[in-house]
């Protein structure tokens, strides 16, 4: 533990620490696939490009409030709508990168990284907040930015029935301002308690110059631990299977460049109201990401999950098809779930076109069960006023996502 701050000095945090005896250690370093889906993305930030992406059908227009649909050319395109590419995020070059490390590291799948150890598996997962930082700076709000950092990787890893078991945190910043920090580790220890993990440790950098004046950056990682025999792998999801989604808060932790973008051609400011509602653009697009592991983790409990997305970078068109066996599909049901309002109007002030919605942004629903019918049945059934879950859709032979 350091007790000084020197220039270019960084500080050690540690908060607790459960060191394993060396026979716990397993004999092999092999990364253990979920199955054979795509290579992990490597970033929120930077998703995994389907390569059935271009066969989503466009949607159709409804007055009904929920989906949305926008001007579109003869290409599928809007003419002067914006795209996470004019925002300065290319997945093209995201998706060859991750291509590129498939290579290096053959094996690597699923949303977390699977390692064994006896009976068990250790699934690591690590992720930050992206530009949502941004609007932290913008706003002001830094107690929540650290419920966002834990969630990004907690929620990667109960995609496969793990328990989350700790979290370490990364901070960085050019002058270390003790009150900020505070408040951003507070986010952290609270985003922990909601997924019943330990904050095990951390580091906290001071690198002047590095960053501007009050600026900071975050990154984190999360380990959990399930039973071999109780992986949640997508291996035995067949056609006809039902997926249900549970609701986000809003856009959660990605896409906030092009969020920023939409932001700037709108004229209006995060203090301003969010249209036909009765909060500011900024309490709106700073709502912190829903943790689901206590929820996720009791269904799993009940039986009949057979794999599970993470609705983050890539949205429903590249992340729902990887937890898919080959030459299996999702169809979605567009008038299953309301379309949260923030959505709406970043779409119509952007004039973003239906299909860069539905791959760059979660539109209300942050995690998608692929269940049997008869679990389907249950978990709507059983859904109380501690929870919301919708039956969005079904598992269809054929590649990629549709929608109707």
Not at 357 to 377: C, W
Request: negative net charge; charged residues 20%; hydrophobic residues 40%.
């Amino acid at each position: 533990m350091s007790n000084c701050i020197a220039a270019n000095t960084e500080l050690s945090r540690c908060f607790a620490a459960s060191i394993r005896s060396s026979q716990d250690k397993p004999n092999t370093t092999t990364n253990i696939p979920l199955h054979n889906c795509a290579a992990d993305r490597f970033s929120s930030r930077f998703p995994l490009l389907s390569a059935t992406s271009d066969e989503v059908r466009p949607i159709r227009i409804r007055n009904n409030g929920r989906m949305l649909s926008m001007l579109k050319n003869a290409s599928g395109g809007s003419s002067d709508g914006l795209t996470y590419k004019d925002a300065g995020v290319d997945i093209d070059a995201g998706s060859e990168l991750v291509r590129r490390i498939a290579k290096m590291a053959p094996g690597i799948g699923g949303f977390g990284g699977l390692y064994p150890l006896g009976d068990s598996y250790l699934v690591a997962g690590t992720d930050g907040v992206g530009t949502k930082l941004k609007l932290a700076f913008e706003t002001g709000i830094h107690d929540t930015i650290g419920i966002d950092l834990v969630a990004m990787s907690v929620n990667d890893i109960v995609t496969s029935g793990a328990k989350p078991l700790f979290f370490l945190d990364y901070f960085a910043t050019s002058r270390l301002d003790v009150d900020l920090a505070e408040k951003v580790i507070k986010g952290i220890v609270d985003g922990c308690q909601q997924s019943d993990c330990a904050l095990l440790g951390g580091e906290t950098a001071e690198m002047p110059d590095f960053y501007a004046e009050g600026e900071y950056d975050l990154s984190g990682f999360a380990v959990g631990i399930v039973k071999k025999d109780s992986v949640i792998d997508g291996k035995n999801i067949v056609s006809g299977d039902i997926l249900i989604g549970l609701p986000s808060s809003g856009v959660h932790s990605n896409g906030f460049s092009l969020v920023r973008r939409v932001l700037a051609r709108s004229g209006l400011s995060l203090n301003n109201q969010l249209p036909g509602e009765s909060i500011t653009l900024g309490e709106a697009l700073m709502a912190p990401t829903v943790i689901y592991v206590k929820q996720v983790l009791d269904i799993i409990s009940k039986g009949g999950v057979k794999g599970i997305a993470h609705i983050t970078g890539g949205g429903f068109t590249d992340n729902i098809p990887r937890v898919f066996p080959k030459g299996l599909g999702a169809v979605i049901d567009n008038d299953s779930w309301e379309i949260p309002p923030v959505f709406k109007w970043m779409q119509q002030a952007g004039k973003i076109e239906d299909g860069e919605m539905m791959r760059t942004f979660n539109m209300g629903i942050g995690m998608v069960l692929v269940v049997s019918q008869e679990a389907s049945q249950r978990i709507l059934d059983e859904q109380h006023g501690s929870y919301t879950a919708y039956r969005i859709g079904e598992v269809v032979n054929g590649e990629g996502v549709s929608y109707r």
